[in-house]
Structures are given as C-alpha cells and as structure tokens.
C-alpha cells in the first residue's frame, strides 16, 4: 500500500506542472490501493473529497506540491483511526476495574487477556483474570496455563456451565480480595450468533465492567466492520485491540472498524508471546501503513536500550543522514536482536530481505554491510555518499578492503540513501504545512 501511494505521488510531482489532470489520476490511485488494503469503500470516497479540497486550496505558484499531498494523505489517515470522539478509560490504583473482554473466537482474546494482565500488573496494580468462557472445553485450560506462566492469579470452573455464574463469582471473589484489575474472558462462539450476543449482554448486566475491549483479528479484512458493529451493538465495547498485527495483515480493517464504531485502538498485538503488545498511536501505524517506517518507534526503542546514537537522532531531525549515521545504527541493530522486531520498523529493503532470507542470512549480511563501513575512511564516512558517485574506484577499494564485493558496497550505499530520504520526508512532516518551500 505504502508503496503503491508513495509512487503515485512520486509520478505526479515528477511531472512539471501538476495540473488537473495528474490530481485526478494520483486521487483515483490512492483510493484503489486503500480500497485493496481493506478499507471501506464509502470512507475512501470521502477520504478523496478532503484530500481534493485540501490539495485545490494551495494553488499558489512555487508551492511545494509533493509535500503538500504527502502531508495530506498522512493527516487524513491518521484523522480516519484516530478518533478522537471517545477517550480511553485509565484504571484508578486502589479500585476495582473491571475489564471484560469480547471478539469471535480466535480473535485472540485469551492471549491478549495474559498480555494485558501483565502488562497493569508491571505498572503495579493487583491483577486477576477470569475465564468466563464455559462454551468451548479447554478454554479454562487455556487459560490457565497462559496465568500460571505469567504468575497472574485466576478464576475459573470445570464444572460450571453457566458462563454468567462464573464470570459474576469470579469478579466478587477478586473484589472481596481487594483486586484492583479483573479482567473477565468470554467465548466467542455459540451454537447461534444471537445466543453469542445475548451472553454478552447477560455477562455484561453481571459484572458491570468498567470498560469493554473488542479483540480483533487484523487479518480479517473487510469483515472487520460488520463485526465490529454487530459486538458494539451487544456489548458497547469502549476500546478495541487489534491482534496479529505481525502478519501480513494489511491493516486497512482497522480503519474501518475504528469509524464504524467510533471507538479509540488501545492497543495491538504483534505476535504469540506475553509481552507482544504495545500502545497504539496512529501516527505511528499511519507511518507503517504508508512504508516510511515506524521512526519514532525504532527511536524510542533505541533510547530505550540506552545506546550510542546521539548524534545519528540529531542529524535525523535534521533531516541529514550520513554513511557514520548508517554504521552507528547498524552496530546498534547488531546488538539489539532479536532482529524481526527491528527490521520490521525499518522501511523498505531490510524488512523484505528479513522476510525473504531468514533472520540468520539477514544479520550475516546485516555484518557484512558494517565491514564495509568500517573498510571506509572518515571522510567517506562523514559524508552523504556522494562522494562515491563522484569518483567510483573508492567503491572498489573498500570492496576489496573489506573482503565484500562492489555490490554489496553499493547495496549500503543504497541503504544510506535510502534512509537519508526517510529523514528529509520525516522532517518535512514534523514541520508540517508550516513551510512548503522549505528543502527539495
Ligand atoms: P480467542 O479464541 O479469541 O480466545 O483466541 P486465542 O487467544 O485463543 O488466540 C487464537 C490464536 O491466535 C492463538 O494461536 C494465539 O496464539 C494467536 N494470537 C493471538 N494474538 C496474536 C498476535 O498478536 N499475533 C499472532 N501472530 N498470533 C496471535
Ligand atoms: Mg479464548
């Protein structure tokens, strides 16, 4: 998707003049890929008018057109999952919230309920979970064996069959406790879907939950928006998480159920294990949706881990990124692993060669490409690769200095490039509209 939008505003500034004509045609392709990626028909008609609205306004001469649309395209994403109408319900310590999960079976919900337990409870507050889906056997198991290993303690019968019993007697025993997050689970399927409605109807009179969280499945594309009205219907969920956002799941769904439902993303999943979870911000899956990389993610886990790229974040706001920059964050990448996270917040080539050869080839080739920087000299490296392109027998000095070959130098060339242009486009959008004329 990102790729498909990013071209189409590449071909129509490429062009001298940005008429009518090449508005038009980069509109109707920028719908089509969002229309692919899953998004609701009626919200990208929409999507089209604004973005026509917006881009017809600044007809002043001299305007710089592709950011202008750029930054256009961005903002209106974001507008579309970001909503803005309802906002998330934050646990009081000292109280009891009680959190009720819903979602069609295999939407993750079991998972998720682990992931969220663990994560209040890192943040200091008592948590317990409560398996109130009696329908399916071996959800208590489930579970179960998800608490034990998580060391969260848990409610749950093997005998009871009525889910609203369970679901009640497990939150007044976590009351009487002095929990202060109980977070109750519930089936996700039924013999009837209607049946599957009024349990969540009878679970939710029962418990009173504090707030409601829909478990989505990110994979399942168009489908998200009937399921996601047809639970807000029963269950006036407050939040919504999105699961297996490490697949290839196109993401476009979200941003339907989001407007069809006109309820915030708290959080998503992004793979199997406990601590696969993280806060959502649409900036953020904005930026991935559109390929430009998850920047201030891959920033914030770097600080995070404390290393040294201080100058490289400096440059990068600077909207400068220099051969040393690439050499630094590499080292870096090597010393962070496990290298599928990283690699799927960068954009472009890294993440594909990841998914294509595997992560052993890719941290291979990952150290190949630092013996070539480390095989240039520091004018080389404090430079914006230009000076490669201006006399190319350096090219073949550090291939053979490295032990790599002229490829490989240039594939890190590209590389550079490559993110040199991500920290010029990352610039121009934190400064917004404010200055079009600003840069190339
Ligand atoms: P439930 O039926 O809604 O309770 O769904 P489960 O929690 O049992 O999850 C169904 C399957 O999806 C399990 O195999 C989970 O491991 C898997 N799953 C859940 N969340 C994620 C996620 O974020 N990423 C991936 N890759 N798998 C997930
Ligand atoms: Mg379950």
Known sequence: LGKRINSAVSEVTKANV???????????????????????????????KKLKATIEKEEKPGVNKKKLIQKAVFDELCDLVDCKETELYKPKKKKTNVIMFVGLQGAGKTTTCTKLAVYYQRRGFKVGMVCADTFRAGAFDQLKQNATKAKIPYYGSYTEADPVKVASDGVEKFKKEKFEIIIVDTSGRHRQESELFAEMIQIGEAVQPNQTIMVLDASIGQAAESQSRAFKESSNFGAIILTKMDGHAKGGGAISAVA???????????????????????????????????????????????????????????GKFTLRDLQTQM????????????????????????????????????????????????????????????????????????????????????????????AQTTKSMQQGGANPMAGG
């Open 331 to 422: 080292n870096n990448i090597l010393k962070m692993g496990p290298l599928s996270k990283i690699a799927q917040m960068l954009p472009g080539g890294i993440g594909e060669m990841m998914n294509q050869v595997g992560e052993e080839e890719t941290s291979k080739r990952f150290k190949r490409m630092v013996y070539v920087m480390d095989s240039m000299t520091k004018q080389e490296l404090d430079s914006d690769g230009d000076i490669f392109v201006d006399q190319p027998s350096r090219i073949v000095r550090v291939a053979r200095g490295s032990g790599t070959s002229v490829t490989e130098v240039e594939a890190v060339l590209m590389q550079q490039k490559m993110f040199a242009r991500m």
């Open 260 to 318: 069809a439902t006109h309820t915030p993303i708290a959080f998503i999943g992004t793979g199997e294990h406990i601590n696969d979870l993280e806060s959502f911000t649409p900036r953020q899956f904005v930026s991935k949706l559109l390929g430009i990389g998850d920047i201030q993610g891959l920033m914030e886990h770097v600080q995070s881990l404390n290393l040294d790229q201080k100058d490289t974040i400096k440059n990068f706001q600077e």
């Open 18 to 48: 940005v008429d009518q004509t090449a508005v038009d045609g980069l509109l109707k392709e920028i719908s089509n890929a969002l229309i692919e990626a899953d998004v609701n028909v009626k919200l990208v008609l929409n999507l089209r």
